[in-house]
Structures are given as structure tokens and as C-alpha cells.
């Protein structure tokens, strides 16, 4: 089983930050930033974020932390 298999497709702010381990907060900079871009859903704009995205940001940190 590789990493992330149990992910759904899209994440919220909250799964997002808690497999990553930071606060909301900072997945919300980091958009905003362009560093993890999220996709705006229903009238409220509510943040969800591409498995994708989330499993190639961990691979970015982690060789910036080699």
C-alpha cells in the first residue's frame, strides 16, 4: 500500500493540515501563496485540495528537509 491510497480525491482544509501535520492556518497561507493551490467549491468558496497536490507537496518538503 502506497502512501495516500486512503486519501479521498479531494481534501478539506482540516484532513489536509492533519496528514500533513501543520495547523488549517498554514494550509490556507500556503494556498494563497501558490505553494498548494485549492479549488473553490459552492457559494461559500469552501477550499478542497487535490490528493495530487497534497502527496507532491510531501515530496517537496521532504528534499527540502534532505
Request: glycine residues 8%; aromatic residues 6%; positive net charge.
Amino acid at each position: 500500500m502506497a502512501l495516500g491510497d486512503d486519501l479521498p480525491e479531494l481534501m478539506t482544509v482540516k484532513e489536509v493540515a492533519s496528514f500533513l501535520r501543520v495547523s488549517p492556518l498554514t494550509i490556507k497561507r500556503w494556498g494563497k501563496r501558490g505553494k498548494l493551490p485549492a479549488i473553490r467549491i459552492n457559494s461559500r468558496g469552501d477550499r478542497r485540495y487535490k490528493k495530487e497536490a497534497v502527496l507532491w507537496l510531501l515530496g517537496e518538503m521532504k528534499k527540502e528537509t534532505v
